[in-house]
């Protein structure tokens, strides 16, 4: 199992610019999740989707979208890029059943 | 209103104990208590969690009070892989999770 893996690794925008952050797990789990993490702080949930078709909003979900049309992929849009979206980004999984979320490496933004 | 207060900073002599107090005190009564630690700049690993029994794993110990206000992770003997981030996580509704900023923790050899 490769678990939760992320593409790509580190990314450079311009202010304005769209892109997608791709997350894919071959676990087969029900909840996948995208999280921010800026310097010094805490992780934050952007959105998340408890199984292919569902998606809601987490805590700071303002300026991306998400789909999930199947089960293993869970990517994340950057509609127009701000200054202000420059962070790590992790993506998680879980099984329904389990209490325990897998991350993947993330993804370093930097929108200039 | 913060849902986990925990210590900005810590320090621990390599094969001591690390205990990392967490303070959880808006816990709803049927919420677990989560934790997970950070390596460097690494996805989140999960540790251990619990309602309100005591839990050990082969990582680590759980201890959270009677009240289940807050409890505290043990680590038994801590290596220098130990250094790391710790969080302290409960789950906000539906499937949030509230991190907060998380202890640092320093292995000392």
């Known amino acids: 199992n490769a678990g939760v893996t992320q593409t790509p690794k580190f990314q450079v925008l311009k202010t304005g610019q769209s892109m997608t952050l791709q997350c894919a797990q071959d676990m087969n789990h029900e909840y996948m999740s995208w999280y921010r993490q800026d310097p010094g702080m805490g992780l934050r949930l952007i959105h998340y989707?408890?199984?292919?078709?569902?998606?809601d909003q987490g805590e700071v979900p303002n300026g991306y979208n998400v789909s999930r049309s199947t089960t293993e992929d869970f990517p994340l849009r950057l509609l127009s890029a701000a200054p202000s979206q420059t962070s790590v980004y992790f993506c998680?999984?879980?099984?329904?059943?389990?209490?325990?979320?897998?991350f993947g490496p993330g993804t370093r933004l930097t929108v200039t | 209103d913060a849902k986990t207060t925990q210590p900005t900073s810590m320090d621990c002599a390599e094969g001591r104990a690390a205990n990392l107090p967490c303070n959880h005190s808006t816990i709803s009564g049927n919420e677990y208590v989560y934790w997970y630690r950070q390596i460097h700049s690494q996805g989140p690993q999960y540790i251990i969690h619990g309602l309100k029994n005591n839990e050990t794993n082969e990582m680590a110990s759980l201890i959270i009070t009677e009240d289940r206000k807050s409890s505290t992770l043990i680590l038994p003997h801590a290596t220098l892989r130990d250094t790391a981030v710790y969080y302290c996580i409960v789950r906000v509704g539906g499937n949030q999770f509230y991190f907060g900023t998380g202890t640092s923790l320093t292995v000392i050899p």
């Open positions: 998680a999984s879980r099984a329904g059943a389990s209490y325990e979320q897998y």
């Open positions: 989707s408890v199984g292919a078709g569902i998606t």
